[in-house]
């Protein structure tokens, strides 16, 4: 599975941006799609996932504020982020689960720098 990561770049504190996944090659079996980050100094964490069939999953520092959605026929994620505060400043990766042996694929990365 290949995944191309599109989207970042610099916004202010309070401003939006959309990051999008396309996944490709062998996605038979791609269950749950994703975004994770990992910020300047810190270990990659968990923003937001979906299912195939659309159960999301968020981390709460992200809850009212980020929007994860998924195109199924276009085998895309999106990531909406809305209200952006300097602490999301981080490289964001996309990521996606295979079946049956839960097997992590990831994208390049995509830089997400919020100013205050």
């Known amino acids: 599975v290949q995944l191309q990561a599109s989207g970042g770049g610099l916004v202010q504190a309070g401003g939006s941006l959309r990051l999008s996944c396309v996944a490709s090659?062998?996605?038979?079996?791609?269950?749950?799609m994703g975004w994770y980050r990992r910020a300047p100094g810190k270990q990659r964490e968990l923003v937001a996932t979906?299912?195939?069939?659309?159960?999301?999953n968020y981390a709460d520092s992200v809850k009212g504020r980020f929007t994860i959605s998924r195109d199924n026929a276009k085998n895309t994620v999106y990531l909406q982020m809305n209200s952006l505060k300097p602490e999301d400043t981080a490289v964001y990766y996309c990521?996606?689960?295979?079946?049956?042996?839960?097997?992590?694929?990831w994208g390049q990365g995509t830089l997400v720098t919020v100013s205050s």
């Open positions: 990521n996606a689960r295979r079946a049956p042996f839960n097997v992590d694929f």
């Open positions: 979906i299912t195939f069939g659309g159960i999301i």
């Open positions: 090659g062998s996605i038979i079996g791609v269950d749950v």
